[in-house]
């Protein structure tokens, strides 16, 4: 992967809505893959920023959220259906219905993994994919131990998970125990990613995924697959590497 060091995650910010933006210009109906969690929120800033500033037309731009939980009510403020929209839709102006997000619905959770492969297959692919990584080093929410080759599908979010998530939440047993979220294997389909990391935190993940061996106990090391990965930190989350 390319490392790019920047000062914080507004420097990023800027790397990031540079990309996206041109990513838009070539492509008006470019697909993107959208994480959640607080990572790439300063990114998101400033792609909204950008987006007024420079008049861009993303009406025709299409995204893939990465994951969202399994059994949140409908509508809760912190379903990542809920995020997305008031993070990333509403600020950049995407047309809603062109953005999509796994549904965490028990009702119909059996097929959702299946339903949404397909959704991404038929709109052409991601053409750029943000990611985060959490310090156990998941992608997504790709646990260590999840295959390099999954695809969209269940699982059960880990106790360090759901206490790092917990901020969210009124009460850390609010954290549901299980998601919905992209494989590792969907996630290296795209054609760029671009995964942020700032702050000490994460230099371990950080360091396991780009110099550490290409590992299941690793999720972010499968980035060493991907022919068009770039790696945007800061200081903190870089300390690790040699
Ligand atoms: C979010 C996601 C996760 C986060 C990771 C880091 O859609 O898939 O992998 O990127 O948990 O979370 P933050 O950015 O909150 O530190």
Known sequence: ?????????????????????????????AVLGLATGS??????????????DDGIDVRGVRGFALDEYVGLPAGHPESYRAVITREVVEPLGLTPELVRVPHGDPATIRTAGDDYERAITAAGGVDLQILGIGRSGHIGFNEPGSSLASLTRVKTLTESTRLDNARFFDSPDDVPMHCITQGIGTIL??????????????????????????????????????????????EAAASGLA
Not at 22 to 27: A, C, E, H
């Open 1 to 29: 992967a390319e490392v790019v060091i920047v000062a914080d995650a507004d420097a990023a910010g800027a790397v990031v809505a540079d990309a996206i933006v041109s990513l838009i210009r070539s492509k008006p109906d």
């Open 39 to 52: 990572t790439p929120l300063a990114s998101y800033r400033a792609l909204a920023r950008r987006i007024t």
């Open 189 to 234: 389909r795209a054609r760029h990613l671009v995964l942020l990391a700032f702050g000490k935190a994460k230099a371990h993940a950080v360091a396991a995924a780009v110099e550490g061996p290409v590992s299941a106990s690793q999720p972010g090391s499968a980035i060493q697959l991907h022919p068009h990965a770039t790696v945007i930190v800061d």
